[in-house]
Nanobody, 134 residues
């Protein structure tokens, strides 16, 4: 069974930084174990649809939403039985307030950027809340 557990959310002031983490386990034992993958961070603010923030694939290629590029950095650490995904966020604004989710899904395209589309991801965490006060 694939498990994703996010951590690192909290309340900060405008302009401050925050780093989110996500531990992903069980993917290598799942039905997708023979497929390459992409991992991503998504967010959902109240009354809005879930949107992609940043993604990184099995090869280390990254992709960022326009609002995240230059402020956020996605990284991944591969360990034997799990992957750890980080999202370093800087210069936070009130508009970044949302529930942040990490996700993983099969992604076999070597020459395309990892997707920011929600529909490309099969497994999701429960989310971690980020609140930015002005």
């Amino acid at each position: 069974q694939v498990h994703l557990v996010e951590s690192g959310g909290g309340s900060v002031q405008t302009g401050e930084a925050l780093t989110l983490s996500c531990v992903v386990s069980g993917y290598s034992e799942s039905e997708y174990r023979d497929k390459k993958y992409s991992m991503g961070w998504f967010r959902q603010a109240p009354g809005k649809e879930r949107e992609g923030v940043a993604a990184i694939d099995f090869d280390g290629d990254t992709n960022y939403a326009d609002f995240a590029r230059g402020r956020f950095t996605i990284t991944m650490v591969k360990e034997t039985a799990k992957n750890i995904l980080h999202l370093q966020m800087t210069a936070l604004t009130h508009e970044d307030t949302a529930m942040y989710y990490c996700a993983i899904g099969p992604w076999i395209y070597l020459y395309l950027p990892p997707p920011l589309n929600v529909d490309e991801y099969k497994f999701w965490g429960q989310g971690t809340q980020v609140t930015v006060s002005s």
